[in-house]
């Protein structure tokens, strides 16, 4: 109904496909990588558990006069201030890092001048991660956020994102230097959505038939532009 001379356009930007990650088994992998000794994760700090048992059974008037201290001593307590990285939660389809940098954490490990050696070696080991089950690498690739984001705010976001390989369930994954980990996935999505989506184009110059090769969804908007004669001036696509 649009009329002769119109260009029609409809795109679906994503497909739908199963939901598989190991963002749920990410901080096991983080606390095995940095020692592989260790057997299983450590959930919590038995000196902070004893802290806290101590602090509920002070009396109130001295808790008072501890309370400036009461900061620093459980940052220095925390089960995450002794390690050199850990997981932050993201959204379901990447894992988060956040490295324990000098300066920045209140804990840091990490000094500025090791920050990129420590991002290289986290990205070597997680690559080495396959799904025990499929034999499959399980990280498809880890990227530096500083190489891919700018802005004011970039020490609130996390320092590397995991791009899980997504074509297998994962419930068990083994590195040479960490044996194998295993868990349970407990959230509830079992679905997601996929980079292949799907579209048409109907109008002047558009032949029928399947087009010959996958099309970057970045080439729409200058498509679009040239179409309607508007420039666009640096523009990826």
Request: hydrophobic letters at 35%; proline letters at 6%.
């Amino acid at each position: 109904r649009a009329g002769p001379g119109t260009d029609v356009i409809v795109l679906g930007s994503h497909g739908m496909r199963s939901h598989y990650d190991a963002s749920f088994l990410l901080d096991q992998m983080l606390q095995r990588v940095e020692n592989p000794n260790r057997a299983t994760p450590a959930k919590s700090s038995k000196h902070d558990s004893l802290a806290k048992q101590l602090w509920k059974r002070t009396p109130r008037g001295i808790r008072r006069l501890l309370s400036p201290f009461k900061e620093t001593a459980k940052t220095r307590l925390h089960p995450l201030a002794g390690r050199k990285y850990f997981a932050i939660p993201n959204n379901d389809a990447y894992g988060a890092i956040r490295v324990n940098l000098a300066g920045r954490e209140p804990a840091g490990r990490v000094t500025p001048a090791e920050f990129d050696a420590v991002c290289k070696g986290l990205e070597r080991d997680l690559l080495a991660f396959t799904n025990v089950e499929t034999g499959e690498p399980v990280v498809r690739r880890v990227w530096r956020v500083d190489e891919v984001y700018r802005g004011p705010r970039m020490d609130h976001l996390p320092d590397l994102i995991v791009e899980w390989n997504r074509d297998a369930p994962i419930a068990r994954v083994r590195s040479e230097k960490t044996g194998e980990i295993s868990g349970t996935y407990q959230k509830c999505r079992t679905g997601d959505h996929s980079e292949h989506g799907i579209f048409f184009v109907s109008g002047e110059g558009a032949v029928a038939g399947e087009v010959s090769r996958a099309v970057s969804i970045m080439d729409f908007g200058p498509t679009i532009a040239e179409r309607l004669g508007v420039p666009l001036a640096d523009v990826e696509g």
